[in-house]
């Protein structure tokens, strides 16, 4: 592995390599030290053109614990703004010896290009509608950990999936560990070429929802949302929202997941949202150590 | 001769030679820590934990103490993690009880240039400060690279440099044994 840019390009193996790694981490941020020497003396550049809280504080906790030097570096206030190119960013990085550079982006395979650019690893944090490999991870270690096993889980992804990198990297990822995905949105909401990932599609929640062990909520992302692809917020929340009266037909061991940040009282009621079973906050405190996990495999030791 | 050839293993303890080794360490361990009152066993992932289970149970078998064992991965504090791709972590596995105040015996199958004592000590002070540190190991092969010496060993062993040991332990490779592999001439 020298990069992660999709849930894709990840083997079997090396998924749970990933997981496995995190399983271990995870008793680091249970001690009083919670830091490891590991990467002591490199550098992790936070390459931020998008909005975003949870991600990038969680890659630059997951750095930290591992002893990286961590520089942030957000469009805003930065010489972007002055009309700086990806390419031209890329070389200053490049030149200021970065050994993997953590990139969120509005547009579609931003990340790819990057790492033709630089020699360090890219990871991608997010590549505007096309995906978000480390979230797939974190939430998959938190399925993994919550119901003790992948395979053959039955996995519902409901909502706007067609804005959705996390819907992306979950399907693909899921898929390579041996779980049932189903997506579920209003057609409007679907992408043109959704029968060719490897999952199930469905309109009616209520249907699926019984079968379901995860029930994965996606935010209705209304900035990406120029065109009306619902008639309103309220009819939404009746047909695909997560409220009281649905959440009562899973089964009783069935989780509910949310990549944040949510909606409260559109796609997911609050009441959902704070229940024993729904691991939102659980999912933070994952993203935190699978995030450690994937930056020790990928520059943790020497790449030839 | 082919390159197979040359690796020819010659077994240089059998069972019941590592048996009588554990042991007499388990002794050691019991006279230099007047009772192991305060002793926790940690192994080094793989072998060295299994071995450390193997000394608690010989301890608590001869004094009825019942020693806290657990396991101590040191691979994210290695020295040479640069030199090769990214390795697996092992178990850590630290007894419930903490090291704090306590003495920690290290345990590890082969001691050989002392550099992963030396990351096991930094991993330890990561996770308490024990009152002392002891390293049990059963085979010591020499070529210290660090100021580091075991104490408790199972077997003093002479080697070459370019000689591999392997110790095999029933209960990750079917059978007990510990094997001197000649590397290659050259």
Redesign the interface.
């Known amino acids: 592995m020298k990069h992660l840019i999709s849930a894709g390009d990840l083997s079997r193996d090396e998924a749970l390599l990933i997981l496995d790694t995190a399983e271990e981490l995870a008793r680091v941020s249970e001690r009083s030290i919670k830091k490891l020497p590991t990467l002591r003396g490199r550098t992790v550049v936070n390459l931020f053109f998008e909005d975003s809280t949870r991600t990038r504080i969680s890659f630059e906790a997951a750095a930290k614990r591992l002893s990286a030097d961590v520089i942030n570096f957000s469009a805003k206030g930065s010489s972007v703004s002055k009309g700086e190119s990806l390419k031209d960013t890329a070389l200053t990085l490049e030149a200021m010896g970065a050994d993997a550079v953590v990139i969120r982006h509005g547009a579609s395979g931003a990340p790819h290009r990057l790492a033709n650019w630089v020699r360090g690893s890219v990871l991608n944090a997010g590549d505007g509608t096309h995906e978000h490999p480390t979230q797939a991870l974190l939430d998959a270690f938190s399925m993994r950990q919550r119901l003790g096993r992948l395979e053959g889980l039955k996995v519902a992804i409901v909502g706007d999936v067609l804005h959705s990198r996390v819907a992306r990297s979950n399907v693909l990822l899921l898929s390579t560990l041996g779980a049932e995905v189903t997506l579920v949105a209003p057609p409007t909401l679907l992408p043109v070429s959704v029968e060719r990932w490897p999952c199930q599609v469905s309109y009616d929640l209520d249907a699926v929802l019984p079968k379901a062990d995860v029930v994965m909520m996606l935010r209705v992302q209304l900035e990406r949302m120029n065109a009306a692809y619902f008639p309103s917020a309220r009819e939404y929340s009746r047909r695909y929202g997560l409220d009281r009266d649905r959440f009562a037909k899973l089964h009783d061991d069935a989780i509910v997941m949310h990549p944040g940040p949510m909606n409260r009282g559109m796609e997911i009621s609050a009441e959902v949202a704070d229940s024993p079973r729904s691991t939102i906050v659980e999912q933070v405190g994952n993203g935190v150590t699978v995030r450690m996990a994937a930056l020790y495999l990928l520059i943790g030791g020497e790449n030839q | 001769m082919t390159h197979a050839q040359n690796q020819v293993a010659r077994a240089v303890l059998e069972g019941p030679d590592i048996h009588r080794a554990l042991t007499r360490i388990a002794h050691e361990i019991l006279e230099r820590t007047r009772g192991a009152s305060d002793v926790v066993l940690l192994g080094i992932p793989t072998r060295g934990a299994t071995l450390a289970h193997r000394l608690a149970e010989r301890v608590a078998q001869f004094e009825g103490v019942k020693v806290p064992v657990g396991s101590i991965?040191i691979t994210?504090?290695r020295d040479d993690?640069?030199?090769?791709?990214?390795?697996?972590?092992?178990?850590?596995d630290v007894p419930a009880g903490g090291i704090d105040g306590r003495t920690v015996v290290l345990v590890d199958d082969v001691l050989f240039s002392g550099r992963t004592v030396r990351a096991a000590l930094?991993a330890l002070g990561?996770?308490g400060r024990p009152k002392a540190v002891q390293l049990a190991t059963l085979v010591d092969r020499g070529h210290r690279e660090l100021p580091i010496r075991a104490d408790y060993v199972g077997k003093n062993l002479p080697t070459a440099k370019s000689e591999k040991v392997k110790v095999l332990l029933s209960e990750i490779d079917g059978r007990d044994a510990v094997e001197l592999l000649k590397g290659a001439d050259r």
């Open positions: 991965d994210m504090y993690l640069r030199l090769g791709p990214a390795r697996p972590l092992g178990k850590t930094d990561d996770i």
